[in-house]
């Protein structure tokens, strides 16, 4: 069983679908804390309704990026956190928390990287620019952390066309049905099945 430390910063609807595969016994890892930015996220709720420890750990109350870092490092030690799942997490992670998780932190995002990521580019953000840009097809990426944003190994991948969809908002919700299934099924796979990091590609053993 491994451990694992959820980062959200909003209503964690990611996170709980995986706990929920977690307590059907489709995952073997354990929850141990979840970890936000924002005292008012709705994932808060949620992890204390199911007794998971949560701690509100922000940028600003640091006066620099290492410093938030070692906070929240201090969190991943006491709970002996094996890999770190980022579920609509907002914060760019700190570079001392990416060096001694080097491959071992996963995010989810709602588009086809490398298209619609980077900086800014979360949520409905995402969903608006891809209706905007007039694309047929959309998607969900699960990735490794690196130090920039989206752009680490890609673990899996899934398309769907979207050329139904008349409004961003209804590209959200297709892609949201998807996001849920392949989020904890790319966590099967990594916690698993051994991997290599080649370059920025991820290759899996006996594919």
Known sequence: MKNIAVFASGRGSNFKHIYQNIQQGKIPAIIKCLITDNHKAGALDFARENAIPTFTISPQEFNSSHKFGQAIMEVLSRFSIDWIVLAGYLKKIPNNVVAVYSNRILNIHPALL??????????????????????????????LVNTEYDAGPIVTQRAMEIDDCRTPEEIAAKVLKVEHVLYSEAILKVLTKKFEVRGNRVEFKNE
């Open 114 to 143: 490398p298209a619609f990521g980077g900086k800014g580019m979360y949520g409905s953000r995402v969903h608006q620019a891809v209706f905007a840009s007039g694309a047929k097809i959309s998607g969900v990426t699960v990735h």
